[in-house]
Nanobody, 124 residues
Framework: QVQLLESGGGTVQPGGSLRLSCVAS????????MGWLRQAPGSMREVVAA???????SLAESVKGRFIISRDNAKTTLYLQMNSLKPEDTAMYYC??????????????????WGQGTQVTVSS
């Protein structure tokens, strides 16, 4: 059974940094594409960053230059380094995975496995 477990959320002041981690388990065939998605109250879920097994990445325009997505395939762990955080980054952040794609999945509907989420709050 495939499972994703996030950690690293919390409360930080504007301009601060956080690092999210997601440990994947249960994959027996290859490495899936993975992503970080977020959902703020009253808003739709959006893809923040995504990465292929080869390391190719995609970032939402709103986080380019501030967030970095990376993965350690040996540890089956996904990371999201978030710098220069803004109040509008406040949301529940989810780790998600998708197998069988040759490109980076850019829509929430393309992800088949989800973690339970970790809350990120940016507030002074």
């Amino acid at each position: 059974q495939v499972q994703l477990l996030e950690s690293g959320g919390g409360t930080v002041q504007p301009g601060g940094s956080l690092r999210l981690s997601c440990v994947a388990s249960g994959y027996t065939y290859g490495r899936p594409c993975m992503g970080w998605l977020r959902q703020a109250p009253g808003s739709m879920r959006e893809v923040v960053a995504a990465i292929k097994d080869t390391g190719s990445t995609s970032l939402a325009e709103s986080v380019k230059g501030r967030f970095i997505i990376s993965r350690d395939n040996a540890k089956t762990t996904l990371y999201l380094q978030m710098n220069s955080l803004k109040p509008e980054d406040t949301a529940m952040y989810y780790c998600a995975a998708r197998e069988g794609l040759t490109r980076v999945p850019l829509s929430p509907d393309e992800y088949g496995v989800w973690g339970q989420g970790t809350q990120v709050t940016v507030s002074s």
